[in-house]
């Protein structure tokens, strides 16, 4: 008999336990409104992984980003692995890229074009800030440092840069 009361106590402290999971956990976090208008720059922190949208002072978005597979330090030339940093423009929109949506910087600037040609190598090129591979199934986000050295979001996120973003915007990448 006391066997049974131990085993129908257990049963109901796991009940409450389980209960109380439901009951209690905490609300999920308020939907953003959509963003309206344009920004005025992005932000990218690489130490950080993320991506900041800021119009004025204001932060309006804050993205987890994925970087270049070798992501310390400033790009040197082409293969490095490195997101270069800097002061950018997106200077182009590719809504056909091989990646969900890109928005390309005006990389190499003249430094870094003087900078690589000093150590015989090219600086290298096509730096952007985009999705995901169009290989992938939309909603799938590869995880770590995976790019040759753009920034990488997810598909939704790309989506949402894109429509506050314009060609011209400035875009800073600090270390």
């Not at 999920?28 to 932000?43: E, H, N, S, Y």
């Not at 270069?84 to 890109?102: C, K, V, W």
């Not at 990488?152 to 996120?157: D, K, Q």
């Amino acid at each position: 008999m006391k066997r049974l009361a131990g085993a129908f106590s257990a049963l109901a402290l796991a009940a409450l336990v389980t209960a109380a999971l439901f009951l209690f956990r905490p609300a999920p976090p308020p939907a953003l409104l959509p963003l309206t208008g344009q920004v005025d720059r992005i932000v990218v922190e690489k130490a950080a992984r993320r991506m900041l949208l800021v119009r004025g002072d204001t932060v309006l978005r804050t993205y987890a980003v994925a970087l270049g597979f070798a992501p310390t330090g400033d790009k040197m030339r082409k293969g490095d692995g490195r997101t270069p940093e800097g002061l950018f423009r997106i200077d182009r929109r590719n809504d056909q890229s091989g990646y969900h949506l890109s928005l390309g910087l005006d990389y190499p600037q003249p430094d870094d074009r003087i900078r690589a040609q000093a150590t015989g190598f090219s600086p290298g090129g096509d730096i952007m800030i985009h999705g995901q591979p169009n290989a992938l199934p939309d909603g799938t986000t590869l995880r770590g440092d995976w790019t040759a050295g753009c920034v990488a979001l997810s598909n939704a996120e790309i989506r949402e840069v894109w429509a506050v973003t314009r060609t011209g915007t400035i875009v800073e990448i600090k270390p």
